[in-house]
């Protein structure tokens, strides 16, 4: 069965600082994997996505991601965190069926 | 391009009522999915629709059920309403025969149950 892990249910960071927020998957098939954004009282907006190929990944707002195979990891890292970038962010695998499962969310805070 | 849109926004039901919560896809997507977000969690997949049929159900029981309608889009009916049911419901839409099948999100509509 596949799972998502998501270390950390709360991050805070500086303004400017380096946003790390940590996935680790379990699946027994290649994975498709993806992390989405959600801001307060709002649906899930897609960051990123990894199916095939480059393992290092770029989404929106500067935020990238890279698949590492033998760690079963698929973290996210922006450089230079921005206070918009405050929000929940959720890690998730996808089956072949396309049934999403999802992490149990990282909230990250930045501060002025 | 039009994206995914639900209504309505906000519910406020009682225990053992019933509801029917409604998704439109986004413009050229075939498939609609939906998930229930409890405060505080990740979002649990409920159930997908494709061509008007079930194509997958997650871990919940048979009172809640769907339809995918001819356009594509969608309803989730919940009966005999359990507080336990309040949350976010998310209705996400994709194209299906693509591969890797993105899933895009509406804004949801969030259910209280009293």
């Known amino acids: 069965a596949q799972s998502v892990t998501q270390l950390g249910s709360h991050v805070s960071v500086s303004e400017g600082a380096l946003v790390l927020l940590r996935c680790n998957y379990s699946?027994?098939?290649?994975?498709?994997l993806f992390w989405y954004v959600q801001y307060p009282n709002q649906g899930l907006q897609l960051l990123l996505k990894?199916?095939?190929?480059?393992?290092l990944v770029k989404g929106i707002n500067g935020f990238e991601a890279e698949f590492k195979k033998s760690e079963t990891s698929f973290h996210l890292t922006k450089p230079s965190a921005h206070m918009s970038d405050a929000a929940e962010y959720f890690c998730?695998?996808?089956?072949?069926?396309?049934?999403?499962?999802f992490g149990q969310g990282t909230e990250l805070s930045v501060k002025p | 391009e039009t994206g995914v849109t639900q209504s309505p926004t906000h519910l406020i039901k009682t225990r053992g009522q019933q509801v029917t919560l409604r998704c439109s896809s986004q413009?050229?997507?075939?498939?609609v999915s939906w998930y229930q977000q409890a405060l505080g969690q990740g979002p649990q997949f409920i159930f997908q629709?494709?061509?008007?049929?079930?194509?997958g159900r997650g871990n919940f029981p048979p009172r809640f059920s769907g339809l995918q309608f001819p356009n594509y889009s969608s309803e989730l009916n919940v009966n005999a309403l359990e507080l336990d049911d309040s949350a976010l419901y998310l209705c996400?839409?994709?194209?299906?025969?693509?591969?890797?099948?993105?899933?895009?999100f509406g804004p949801g509509t969030r259910l209280l149950v009293l």
């Open positions: 699946s027994s098939v290649p994975p498709y």
């Open positions: 996400a839409s994709s194209l299906a025969g693509q591969g890797e099948e993105t899933q895009y």
């Open positions: 990894y199916t095939t190929g480059a393992t």
């Open positions: 998730a695998v996808s089956d072949l069926g396309g049934k999403l499962i």
């Open positions: 629709y494709y061509r008007e049929e079930e194509n």
């Open positions: 413009s050229g997507h075939n498939t």
